[in-house]
């Protein structure tokens, strides 16, 4: 079914229409601008984060060398986002912390993490249930993976934040790999 749900709707913009101030995203705790504007319709995401990741995507979309860990990208934005518990944010926290996880741990594929979130969905989705996000879901936020030199420096950094969020969930590490061994 939904294949990449956090791409919907995040769209640089140019223009930000706040007072000038800033205010921590309640996902991610990152000091972003205080703007109005979009944001998911259930992740925590401000919308002066939900703006920055859509940056971040605008950037992998233009240049395949940085689309390479496009995958990591949108797993670590969801994971740092887990919003309050519902159907759907159940599912997207089981499916992008199983990701990560395979990505992270079993050293999979960055490029497969695609075919992994769809067998998630189709074999393990009724296993999922609530976890209860950390109080600190990692130092590092997408504001830390804007701005790179280059393709490898992007990598580096997507890489460095995919890290960060996996940790910051461990608590529920055991959880998610026993998921992952039912794929
Ligand atoms: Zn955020």
């Not at 590490?173 to 992952?180: I, L, N, P, Q």
Request: aromatic share 8%.
């Amino acid at each position: 079914m939904e294949e990449e749900p956090l791409t919907e709707g995040a769209r640089p913009r140019a223009e930000a229409s706040g007072g000038g101030g800033t205010e921590p995203c309640p996902g991610c705790g990152a000091l972003v601008p205080t703007v109005d504007g979009p944001t998911h319709r259930y992740l925590g995401a401000s919308p002066g984060c939900w703006a920055a990741f859509g940056r971040v995507l605008a950037r992998e979309y233009s240049d395949p060398a940085f689309l390479a860990v496009h995958g990591l990208t949108v797993d670590t934005y969801a994971v740092q986002h887990p919003g309050t518990p519902s159907p759907q944010t159940i599912h997207s926290a089981g499916v992008h912390l199983v990701a990560l996880h395979l990505v992270l741990e079993r050293g999979r594929s960055v490029a497969d993490a695609a075919r992994f979130r769809q067998r998630a969905v189709e074999r393990i989705r009724d296993r999922f249930e609530w976890l209860e996000p950390p109080a600190s879901l990692g130092a590092l936020t997408v504001l830390d993976v804007e701005g790179a030199a280059d393709a490898d420096e992007h990598a580096a950094r997507v890489r460095a934040w995919a890290r960060a969020a996996w940790e910051a969930w461990s608590p529920h590490h055991d959880t998610v790999r026993g998921w992952a061994a039912r794929l």
